[in-house]
């Protein structure tokens, strides 16, 4: 069974940037899109940005436009969500989803989704 493993999360300043990533282990993205999204405490799911499986379509939510950019590496079987210009408000824990089913906007649609790694922004 195919499980999504996060990492990169960590402590940033305000302004700063941090690169998360994503990985499959037991298996592969193979064609499929790929998710992130955020929780921030006693929030719902956001939804962050997606991909298409080639990376040549990507899509993000208008919190994070202009500031975030998600791209994959195929080859190295790697999704990665890079962070700039981070804000206090950007504070959250940050999943990783896969193969979303009817709406990639929405966390529950995603037939794999990870652990999350903790991203938290200092003011």
């Known amino acids: 069974q195919v499980q999504l493993l996060e990492s990169g999360g960590g402590l940033v300043q305000a302004g700063g940037s941090l690169r998360v990533s994503c990985a499959p282990s037991?298996?592969?993205?193979?064609?499929?899109?790929v998710g992130w999204f955020r929780q921030a405490p006693g929030k719902e799911h956001e939804f962050v940005a997606v991909?298409?499986?080639?990376?040549?379509?990507?899509f993000y939510g208008d919190s994070v436009k202009g500031r975030f950019t998600i791209s994959r590496d195929n080859a190295k079987n790697t999704v990665y969500l890079q962070m700039s210009r981070l804000k206090p408000e950007d504070t959250a824990v940050y999943y990783c989803?896969?193969?979303?089913?009817?709406?990639?906007?929405?966390?529950?649609?995603?037939?794999?989704r990870g652990q999350g790694t903790q991203v938290t922004v200092s003011s």
């Open positions: 989803a896969a193969d979303p089913v009817d709406d990639w906007k929405d966390y529950d649609k995603y037939t794999y």
């Open positions: 991909i298409s499986w080639s990376g040549g379509s990507t």
């Open positions: 037991g298996g592969s993205f193979g064609n499929i899109p």
